[in-house]
């Protein structure tokens, strides 16, 4: 499955330039002219990486990328600088940027960056068990050859790390999972805090729960952590979203950040 770049500039060189050399490497590309529109984008269609403008010009990359991260977001971000510039540089990295390149710029070297930005942004081990057959409970199906969840056949939105919890859970249902170990299992190559495990687990279950102040999927073990208990009636669960269904689905709620 080819992986999808989405491009986000308003400039139609820059955005053309790097859609030929980006499908001609094997992406998928998505394109994006004002960087406003990034959150709502990625909630409908998720790729796995965005090349955006940092630039005032067409909307504040800058601003967009600030919104993803205090969400929670993890979705890697290389940024597109409009002059050589150290401070629009640091800035931007201290703004959660994964990689930066100035205009103009070699198409090349972006993909030779975009590249390491998604290896190192795919160190999650648990995120290609392609072997592993479709996990089903409650409705829904993980698959793992795709990395997508569908609840009764429809597409249900996961980031990156909600998807690498959620692996990681099915692979031991009942076992209860310390913050610790979550976070060692999905980032074993880099220092992570326990804390962001409480705001992937309870972004999850907005995905999932029916009732997000009752959990009934993954519960919390008090001291100890979570464990995932799949095997909910199905008919109970679909009847329960139906009549909560006054508009958007509750497995498509946005993400918020008041993380439990």
Request: hydrophobic letters at 40%; glycine letters at 6%; proline letters at 7%.
């Amino acid at each position: 499955m080819k992986q999808t770049v989405l491009v986000v500039d308003g400039d139609p060189s820059c955005r053309d330039a790097l859609r030929a050399g980006l499908q001609s490497s094997g992406f998928d590309v998505a394109v994006l002219y004002e960087p406003d529109k990034v959150a709502k984008r990625v909630e409908v269609e998720r790729p796995a990486l965005i090349v955006m403008t940092s630039g005032a010009t067409f909307g504040s990359g800058l601003a967009a990328l600030q919104t993803l991260r205090r969400g929670g977001d993890d979705l890697p971000v290389i940024m597109l600088g409009e002059q050589d510039d150290v401070t629009e540089r640091i800035v931007a990295l201290e703004c959660g940027a994964d990689d930066f390149v100035c205009k103009p710029f070699n198409v090349r070297e972006v993909l030779v960056r975009i590249r390491s930005v998604l290896k190192r942004s795919g160190q999650v081990a648990l995120e290609e068990p392609v072997s592993r057959s479709p996990f089903s409970f409650n409705g829904f199906e993980l698959d793992f050859a795709s990395r997508t969840l569908t609840l009764h056949g429809e597409p249900v939105p996961l980031a990156q790390t909600e998807y690498a919890v959620l692996n990681l859970f099915t692979t031991a249902p009942g076992r209860v999972f310390s913050k610790e170990a979550i976070a060692q299992r999905i980032w074993p190559d880099k220092q992570h805090r326990p804390a962001p495990v409480g705001l992937w687990v309870h972004r999850l279950r907005r995905r999932i729960e029916r009732d997000i102040s009752a959990p009934e999927l993954i519960q919390t073990v008090r001291t100890r952590g979570y464990v995932f208990r799949p095997g909910i009636d199905t008919t109970s669960l679909c009847s329960s979203r139906m009549r909560n269904n006054a508009g958007t689905p509750s497995v498509m709620w946005p993400i918020q950040s008041n993380a439990r």
